[in-house]
Structures are given as structure tokens and as C-alpha cells.
């Protein structure tokens, strides 16, 4: 049974760090590409960044380059978004996702339950 557990949100102050993590199982972590979305108060998902599976190629959106960096620990079937300079837009709910296939940007078959982030003074 595939799980995606992810962990590390909370409440942090604009300017702040957070790293969330997204434990993996249930199937071979190293081939296939994850990521991340997010859903912000009334708004659709956001694709916010993905790493391939296998040749570890990452992408990110405008919103977030230059502030967040994705990572895998593929010995450990771990994902991280390791978040720099939040802004009160990055405010939402932030799933890890599994591809279907190798590049992270195929339509995904999994969602973990989500992890909170706030970011407010």
C-alpha cells in the first residue's frame, strides 16, 4: 500500500524557515518523480515544485525559485521542500504528491493528507 506522510508545517513569521518532509512507502521511492502542491485558503492546487526520479531534475514555480529548494533522500523514500524568505502567499495546505512515471510532472496517482503552513505576523 502506497503512504506519503508529510510532516513539518506550522506557523511562521514572514521572512522564516520551515522544511517539510514526506515519508514515503509502499512502492520503489528512487524511480519515480514527486512533488509538491499546495492549496491556499479558497484557491485550486499549486504545483510548487517536483524532482524527477532518476536523473533527480528539479523544477519550481515563478512564486518560489530563488526561496524554496526540493530534495530527495532516496535511501530513506523521503521527500523535503526546504523553504526560505516565506511570504504571507505561500500561506496553505502542502501535499506530496507521487507521479505515475519518471518525471515528476505526469499525472499523479497519490496525495499524502497534507501538511499546514502559516504565515502571518
Known amino acids: 500500500e502506497v503512504q506519503l506522510v508529510e510532516s513539518g508545517g506550522g506557523l511562521v513569521q514572514p521572512g522564516g524557515s520551515l522544511e517539510l518532509s514526506c515519508a514515503a512507502s509502499g512502492f520503489t521511492f528512487s524511480i519515480y518523480g514527486m512533488s509538491w502542491v499546495r492549496q491556499a485558503p479558497g484557491k485550486g492546487l499549486e504545483s510548487v515544485s517536483g524532482?524527477?526520479?532518476?536523473?533527480?531534475?528539479?523544477t519550481y514555480a515563478d512564486s518560489v525559485k530563488g526561496r524554496f529548494t526540493i530534495y530527495r533522500d532516496n535511501p530513506k523514500s523521503t521527500l523535503y521542500l526546504q523553504m526560505n524568505n516565506l511570504k504571507p502567499e505561500d500561506t496553505g495546505v502542502y501535499y506530496c504528491t507521487k507521479s505515475s512515471k519518471p518525471n515528476w510532472d505526469a499525472p499523479y496517482d497519490y496525495r499524502g493528507q497534507g501538511t499546514q503552513v502559516t504565515v502571518s505576523s
Open positions: 524532482v524527477n526520479g532518476g536523473n533527480g531534475r528539479a
